[in-house]
């Protein structure tokens, strides 16, 4: 395996500021303001994702009306659509969504894996068959760089070798940590615009505690200007999460943004953060919109359900998006009644949804940010838990009571 003191490297260029203001006297929690070249982010941040530069639901000027500062899009899909040659033409994908805010992109490794059944990971690339042709393909960590480069998104992601963590052959984990390394060497190599495109390395090694370590130090070594921790919210246990989250926070420096790639439930986040991670995405919140779920306080709220027929409130009293904002406060006063109407056979339906479920979930993160602020996350955490479980402490779960005792909060206590 390659190490960076080996090499000759130098630190990388870094087109961003990561500026901390607090942090939790408890817990591992910051708040802190990431810096980009399409405006500052404050952090921990939940990151709505646009794949295909299109996010399902919302258009953008809805998506800017959440005071959503950074989304994501997806290298793999426009790498295929439009391709690189148009996004070369048009001048990256700012421009072709029309989107003067910031953007994330990952690096494609994970969606051939995941999406892919016949592709096949060597110490090249990753080779696939195309979905719109059946033509054999290749990503190697150069080209995800260079489409990256041409998307032109603020952060942009290496190419790693991801395995599903629940995967029993730890030969071949230890293997793809090992190469996610060598690959990041290669990325860091091809990155043509350092001075305006901040690379994040992503930290591999499955639920291995000691790869995970060893993974941390040879990536912090190479000082890209941030870090993900990858190959999570793959099926494995969520205690078994919790704890690579908190190992892995232990050994990444407190001067740079940490993302855990993947994660956007509520609890999950609000538990996550308490570890000490900053930056979240999911598609979870305009996914589940389509299936006439609301996103609320209480937790989850199916909207087809013959209850609320005659409903005539909003689906959450207080909230300030659009969908549920009165018509007199320039909002457009969706009651529940209307969402059951149209959430089964409308598109609409989808749509009101998904502003209200991506509003609810920046809404979450401000006020869990502010509440770092001013030292109060522990009470944040417990009434958001008591919100969910109607107080009944008996059925938090475990897997959160356990992971914030490891951060020096006890769930359980009043």
């Not at 070249?37 to 996010?55: C, D, E, K, R, Y």
Request: net charge negative.
């Amino acid at each position: 395996m390659s190490t960076a003191t080996d090499s000759t490297r130098k630190s990388m260029p870094s087109a961003l500021t990561f500026e901390r203001h607090a942090k939790c006297s408890t817990t591992k929690a910051r708040a802190s303001t990431l810096q980009l070249p399409h405006g500052s982010v404050p952090l921990p941040i939940f990151m709505p994702v646009a794949t295909q530069a299109s996010l399902k639901g919302l258009t953008y000027d809805q998506l800017r009306d959440t005071g959503c500062m950074l989304c994501l899009n997806n290298t793999y899909h426009l790498g295929l659509k439009p391709g690189q040659e148009v996004l070369d033409a048009v001048g990256g994908s700012h421009k072709l969504q029309g989107w003067d805010r910031n953007l994330l992109t990952d690096s494609g490794g994970f969606q051939m894996v995941s999406l892919l059944k016949l592709a096949t990971v060597t110490e090249e690339g990753v080779r696939f068959l195309s979905p719109h042709d059946g033509s054999p393909m290749l990503l190697t960590p150069e080209h995800s760089i260079s489409l990256q480069n041409s998307i032109g998104s603020d952060i942009i992601m290496q190419l790693d070798d991801v395995i599903a963590t629940t995967s029993p052959d730890h030969a071949r984990i230890k293997e793809a940590m090992e190469r996610s390394i060598r690959w990041l060497d290669r990325c860091i190599d091809e990155h043509k615009y350092p001075e305006r495109q901040n690379l994040f390395c992503i930290i591999q090694g499955g639920l291995d505690l000691e790869l995970r370590k060893q993974c941390c130090e040879e990536m912090v070594a190479r000082d890209t200007p941030g870090i993900a921790i990858g190959g999570l919210s793959g099926g494995e246990a969520k205690e078994e999460f919790c704890r690579v989250v908190h190992t892995c926070t232990n050994n990444l420096p407190e001067t740079k943004p940490r993302y855990v790639m993947g994660v956007g439930y509520p609890e999950d986040i609000v538990v996550a953060v308490a570890l000490g991670a900053d930056m979240f995405d999911c598609v979870w919140p305009t996914r589940t919109a389509r299936f006439g779920q609301a996103i609320v306080t209480s937790g989850t709220m199916n909207l087809r359900n013959k209850c609320f027929a005659d409903d005539f409130t909003p689906i959450e009293e207080g909230c300030t998006c659009t969908t549920c904002r009165p018509v007199d406060q320039g909002g457009l006063g969706v009651t529940k009644a209307y969402m059951h109407h149209v959430t089964a056979k409308e598109t609409v339906g989808a749509h009101l949804l998904s502003i209200h479920n991506v509003h609810f979930m920046l809404n979450l993160m401000g006020n869990l940010r502010q509440a770092i602020i001013e030292d109060r996350y522990p009470a944040f955490i417990r009434e958001f838990f008591s919100n969910i479980y109607e107080g009944d402490k008996s059925k938090y779960p475990k897997w959160a009571v356990g992971a914030l005792r490891g951060v020096g909060m006890d769930l359980l206590s009043d």
